[in-house]
């Protein structure tokens, strides 16, 4: 009976250190390797660019051109994906395969985030290094809002998403501007839902203080300047102070292990400015 415990240990330990892992999801990716288990990915989808070394790795491609085979072929162990990310006839292929499925559904919310590293911990055998990943988010939010404390003020905030110069996006309820509520700002339009095109309308009647924008968006308007070329920007509180704010763009939108970053910073730069 005293040798039960070892052995079953000993099988544990050979499970996890055999596991190869295929993540569809940025946060997905990240959580993995937040959690200590980045060697174990052996390939990722096309939105996981962090950390810099999956980039590294064999790339699956991006939503509907994911494909079952393509995953099989790599011969994972597991395949971790967010919920609808890829059509659910590819789900099912990659089951009857004998690949276990962990497909996680994925909200703009610390709440989202939570369930997101718990689901990923348990499914890893990596539930200690969970409690501390949420733990460590905490602590950056509770620093985030003692910021918004001190600042005493809520700021207007208009989410722009673009690609290029030629199409400008409103982001709604539903994308990263969910991350407002957490670092002490409001949205400066309401009632949108996802991205919508922005019209110059909408951005002089928003009276934001500050556009948030990705640093990959911000530069292809050709930086700062750029942005405050935008017909009706200059018209804006946001555009007289010159108070746009760019953010990589990962770390602002997926709501992965590093909210609490992200949300501190942008919580730093929005209420910096305030008296």
């Keep these: 009976m005293k040798y039960i415990l070892p052995l079953a240990l000993l099988f544990t330990v050979f499970s996890a250190q055999g596991q190869r892992i295929i993540t569809a999801g940025s946060a997905i990716t990240e959580t993995v390797c937040a959690l200590g288990d980045c060697s174990k990915i052996v390939a990722s989808d096309r939105t996981s660019l962090y950390p810099a070394e999956i980039q590294k790795l064999p790339s699956i491609g991006y939503r509907t051109s994911i494909s079952a085979e393509g995953i099989i ?44 590293v718990q689901k990923i911990a348990a499914v890893l055998n990596r539930q200690e290094e969970g409690k501390k990943l949420v733990a460590k988010i905490e602590g950056e939010l509770a620093d985030a809002k003692k910021i918004v404390g001190q600042s005493g003020t809520t700021p207007r905030v208009l989410c722009v998403f673009n690609r290029d110069k030629s199409a400008l996006n409103l982001a709604g309820a539903n994308t990263f501007s969910e991350i407002l509520k957490y670092a002490g700002a409001v949205p400066a339009v309401t009632g949108v839902e996802g991205y919508k095109p ?20 911000v530069q292809a308007l050709g930086g700062i300047e ?28 997926n709501f992965g292990p590093r909210l609490g970053e992200a949300v501190k910073e942008l919580a730093t730069q929005l209420h910096s400015h305030q008296q």
């Design 226 to 253: 750029g942005v405050l070329a935008i017909p009706g920007v200059q018209q804006l509180p946001a555009g007289k102070k010159k108070q746009v704010i760019a953010m990589d763009g990962i770390r602002l939108s």
């Design 73 to 116: 072929s790599l011969r994972p162990t597991l395949f971790i994906v967010e919920l609808d990310y890829v059509k659910s006839e590819v789900i099912e292929h990659i089951k009857s395969a004998g690949i276990s499925v962990l497909a996680i559904e994925r909200t703009f919310s610390f709440e989202g985030t939570k369930d997101l």
């Design 198 to 217: 922005l019209s110059t309308e909408t951005l002089l009647t928003s009276r934001a203080d500050f556009l948030l924008m990705f640093e990959s968006g």
